[in-house]
């Protein structure tokens, strides 16, 4: 696994990247957004439009992107993003239910509440 420092974008960069559709690129948008947004509304509606993503990378780190706006800004829309972490922990993909396990200790879910 590489760890590299996901630099600050700014959103018009991330609209950009989204509209591109390249998934390297994808990856590291979607952990910029959780990492550095100043728009918690924003970056939320970023990561749930990510989080069915058919990439299994750019879908996982949208989930774990929930966890660090959680951490961020102490509060999340919880009626939406509670079902898209509990589906992700179902996911075909190990990575997503990784990333959503991960997520869910962040966000301090109850994934059978």
Not at 4 to 18: C, K, N, T, Y
Not at 86 to 105: C, E, K, M
Request: net charge negative; hydrophobic share 40%; aromatic share 6%.
């Amino acid at each position: 696994m590489l760890f590299e420092d996901i630099p600050h974008m700014q959103d018009s960069e991330i609209e950009a990247a989204i509209s591109r559709n390249d998934v390297p690129e994808l990856v590291r948008v979607v952990l910029s957004v959780g990492m550095h947004s100043e728009n918690r509304e924003w970056a939320e509606t970023i990561c749930i439009r990510l989080s069915t993503h058919s990439e299994e990378h750019v879908r996982g780190n949208a989930i774990l992107a929930f966890g660090h706006l959680a951490r961020r800004f102490g509060q999340l829309n919880v009626s939406i993003i509670k079902p898209i972490v509990n589906a992700a922990l179902h996911d075909p993909s190990p990575f997503v239910r990784g990333q959503a396990s991960a997520a869910v200790d962040d966000l301090g879910f109850c994934p059978r509440c």
